[in-house]
């Protein structure tokens, strides 16, 4: 099981990028699925997370701008980011919580992580 994001690019400030992340391999089920990103010398922040029904969660600093959302036939989650600042500047991870076959009984999945996608803003 792995999971490969795409997307990142550079994009003035204003601007939208779309980040997709697939997960592949013999999956039987993705529970939460996220988006992190890491700025040089800050800690990595969750942006956003989607359950597998679709219910989605923010923080605070992308709310109204960003938007997350999944296809489970695709196992894939999308970051839609618009109205770009210079601070969304950073490496964007991809995360989620997958178990493969053969399940095992109640699990909730290991945990995944992308190999980053890099979203530059210029001002």
């Known amino acids: 099981v792995q999971l490969q994001a795409f997307g990142g690019g550079l994009v003035q400030a204003g601007g939208s990028l779309r980040l997709s992340c697939a997960a592949s391999g013999t999956i039987f089920s993705i529970n939460v699925m996220d988006w992190y990103r890491q700025s040089p010398g800050k800690e990595r922040e969750l942006v956003a997370s989607i359950t597998y029904g679709g219910t989605p969660n923010y923080a605070d600093s992308v709310k109204g701008r960003f938007t997350i959302s999944r296809d489970n036939a695709k196992n894939t989650v999308y970051l839609q980011m618009n109205s770009l600042k210079p601070e969304d500047t950073a490496v964007y991870y991809c995360?989620?919580?997958?178990?493969?076959?053969?399940?095992?009984?109640?699990?909730?999945?290991?945990?995944?992580w992308g190999q980053g996608t890099q979203v530059t803003v210029s001002s």
């Open positions: 995360r989620a919580d997958i178990e493969p076959y053969p399940p095992r009984v109640g699990a909730v999945g290991y945990v995944y």
